[in-house]
């Protein structure tokens, strides 16, 4: 099987080593042209994922369209919001009976889609019953020391779920499969923003019990929201929720977290990113999650806080007051 992997962050080039160790024809995509000619070279990322030495039969690409021409499979890992400009210049290229899987979590600011919507919007009909979602709770690096670690792919119909299911399974790396493509899409964007808020918490110096309570109610407003879009809301309580929430709310290794946590210390956020090659991908969705739901009408009270926290410079510790201080009322509504 022929596979190409497009974005070579820490996430792509661990999936696709994974993949490579596996047996595949694997060429990497990478937008840095002299990361690719390192990586050929070093046989490491040492950008996004230093110290893990890559597969010796991967392969690496600078040229987009001949790395998804004449795939069997496409891993497209971009960042969310340059995931439709890059499908424009490489859905040409993609023929009609290529699998293609995303695993790319987040909404985009503008138009408000998320990555199905993206890639439905933007790639030829064809493929469109060939689109899956992989998503869960997945630190890059712990999958790429060989950890145990379980996640979901979901396809529209199922049989397509479980061909990538067999493709991407190793005796480290579990894959379950689910149909509600957007339940895990938007659980695997959606957490980030939840993510971020737990990190602001612990940077305020706030305990277990806080924390706990961001997971349960973000949970509780990821659901309304996935809802609202059409998802299923057992997806939510799965690998896709709150499997990947709770990971990225308690997990050292989330970007997400960490510029939450700065957050709360009082650092700005242009200073937080400009400090970072890595991509947090809540800042954004946030944004994005904040004005779906006020298109949705649905209430986002912890997404809410965030977002005013990220762009409207709100004092972090105000935004607690203010998540204290709303009504009260009953827990199952
Ligand atoms: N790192 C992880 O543990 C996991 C990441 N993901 C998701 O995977 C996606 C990619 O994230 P990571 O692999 O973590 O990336 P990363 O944060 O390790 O690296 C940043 C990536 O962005 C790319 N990039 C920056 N500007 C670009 C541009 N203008 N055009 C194209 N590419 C550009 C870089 O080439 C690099 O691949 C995100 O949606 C993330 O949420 C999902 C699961 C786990
Ligand atoms: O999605 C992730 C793990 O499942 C990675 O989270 P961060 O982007 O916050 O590091």
Redesign the pocket.
């Known amino acids: 099987m022929k596979i190409g992997v497009i974005g070579a962050g820490s996430w792509g080039t661990t999936l696709a080593d994974l993949l490579a160790r596996k047996g595949y024809a694997v060429t990497l995509w990478a937008y840095e042209a002299d990361l690719v000619a390192r990586m050929t070279q070093n046989r490491e990322n040492d950008l996004f994922l230093p110290k893990v030495e890559l597969a010796a039969n991967l392969s690496f690409s600078a040229d987009l369209a001949q790395t998804v021409t004449g795939k069997d499979l496409l891993l497209l890992v971009p960042p969310s919001q340059v995931m439709h400009a890059l499908m424009l210049q490489a859905g040409p290229h993609i023929s009609p009976g290529t699998l293609v899987v995303s695993a790319s979590?987040g909404i985009e600011t503008e138009t408000l889609r998320t990555m199905s919507e993206v890639l439905e919007e933007t790639l030829p009909r064809a493929l469109h019953s060939r689109l899956t979602f992989l998503s869960?709770?997945?630190?890059a690096k712990e999958v790429a020391a060989g950890m145990p670690t379980a996640v979901v792919v979901a396809g529209r119909d199922l049989e397509t779920a479980r061909l990538v299911q067999e493709v991407v399974s190793t005796d480290t790396f579990r894959t379950y499969t689910n149909t509600d493509i957007m339940g895990v899409e938007l659980g695997?964007a959606l957490k980030?923003v939840i993510?971020l808020a737990a990190g602001v918490s612990d940077g305020l110096g706030f305990g277990y019990n806080s924390r706990a309570a961001l997971i349960t109610r973000g949970l509780a407003e990821m659901t309304r929201l996935g809802l609202a879009k059409g998802a299923q809301a057992a997806t939510f309580a799965g690998l896709a929720g709150m499997g990947?929430l709770v990971?990225?709310c308690t997990g050292d290794?989330?970007?997400?977290?960490s510029v939450g946590i700065e957050l709360g210390r009082g650092r700005k956020l242009k200073e937080i990113l400009s400090g970072m090659k890595m991509?947090?991908?809540?800042v954004k969705t946030s944004l994005a999650t904040y004005r779906l739901a006020q298109k949705l009408g649905v209430e986002v009270p912890i997404t809410e806080q965030m977002y005013l926290i990220l762009y409207e410079d709100k004092d972090p510790r105000q935004a607690v007051i203010d998540l204290m201080a709303r009504d009260l009322k009953a827990e199952n509504v």
């Open positions: 979590k869960g709770p997945s630190f695997g980030n993510a990947d990971l990225t290794l989330s970007r997400n977290r991509v947090a991908e809540g």
